[in-house]
């Protein structure tokens, strides 16, 4: 099944990252401890799966590693979920394989820092977070967006900076993170 632009049909676990990369986000946001290398291997999937979607000769057994570090990653966060939340993103990741959910895989390009290097149509945004969040965490929400957060002056307050669209998107994507002011 090829996708309209020309990018590689990753068999629906780039869907699958997508889910459990929220639900990191959404764990480490109710205060739960995610250990690290769940994050180190959700990126190393990113990349791996974005090698493949970009590089046409890039070999179908590329998939087969990145399911076995999704595999890795969804058995330590399940293992953090209570029953409601293990329901909810179950059945999230039943319909990311059967491919029924509609996830944006952010497919990286490039090195990150080199991206928001360029300084080109930057935008900062200050936003009043929910809950204080450990700065790490938020560096590697950052990393998958394309964004950097940094603690604002103002208590409580980060600013989210980057490429309007991507400041966008991340402020859409982690909206429970964020206090109404």
């Keep these: ?7 590689k049909d990753a068999r629906n676990l780039d869907k699958q990252w997508v889910v459990l990369s929220e639900l990191s986000a959404e764990l ?3 205060g739960i401890k995610v250990p690290e290398i769940v994050f180190e291997k959700l990126r190393l999937a ?7 979607i970009l590089d046409p000769h890039a070999s179908i057994n590329i998939l087969a590693n990145v ?3 999704l595999n890795y990653v969804q058995s330590q966060l399940f293992s953090l979920c209570d029953t409601e939340l293990t329901e909810k993103y179950l059945d999230r990741m039943i319909k990311a394989i059967r491919g029924e959910i509609n996830a944006k895989f952010p497919v990286s390009k490039s090195n990150y820092n080199r991206e928001v290097k360029k300084r080109g149509k ?3 945004i200050r936003v009043k977070l929910q809950k ?4 790490e965490r938020l560096s590697d929400l950052g990393e998958w967006h394309g964004v950097i957060f940094e603690y604002s002056d103002e208590k409580d307050k980060v600013i989210i900076e980057g490429n309007i669209d ?16």
């Design 166 to 181: 991507r400041v966008k998107r991340a402020l859409k994507d982690f909206a429970f993170m964020w206090k109404e002011d």
């Design 67 to 69: 399911e076995r570090e």
């Design 28 to 30: 480490v946001n109710r």
């Design 122 to 124: 930057v935008e900062a």
């Design 46 to 52: 990113n990349a791996l799966l974005s090698y493949y």
């Design 1 to 7: 099944m090829e996708m309209g632009n020309g990018m």
């Design 132 to 135: 204080e969040m450990q700065i």
